[in-house]
């Protein structure tokens, strides 16, 4: 949640820190300026960036198997 006024947004901490809901003790506190938040809506996986860099991975990983095969040994 977002506010506008700096008091709101303190009050807002103040009362629901602590607070209890579904039998889960709440731990709230003002965000940091700065850290990038993640879609909790969104699987983390469905980023462009992690799909290149998985599949990156995974092409390195069989280049160096065909190395390795090239040469005669497998490479664990």
Same mark, same amino acid.
């Given at each position: 949640? &977002? *506010?506008?006024?700096?008091?709101?947004? !303190?009050?807002?901490v103040?009362?629901l820190?602590?607070?209890?809901?579904?039998g889960?003790?709440?731990?709230?506190n003002?965000?940091r300026?700065?850290?990038?938040r993640?879609?909790?809506?969104?699987?983390?996986? !469905?980023?462009? &960036?992690? *799909?290149?860099?998985?599949?990156?991975?995974? &092409?390195?990983?069989?280049?160096e198997?065909? &190395? !390795?095969?090239?040469?005669?040994?497998?490479?664990?």
């Amino acid at each position: 949640m &977002e *506010y506008t006024d700096a008091d709101d947004a !303190s009050e807002a901490v103040y009362n629901l820190d602590g607070s209890e809901l579904y039998g889960k003790v709440l731990s709230v506190n003002l965000a940091r300026e700065g850290q990038g938040r993640l879609d909790p809506n969104k699987a983390v996986w !469905s980023t462009d &960036e992690f *799909y290149q860099e998985t599949i990156g991975q995974a &092409e390195e990983k069989q280049d160096e198997a065909v &190395e !390795s095969l090239k040469e005669g040994g497998v490479k664990r």
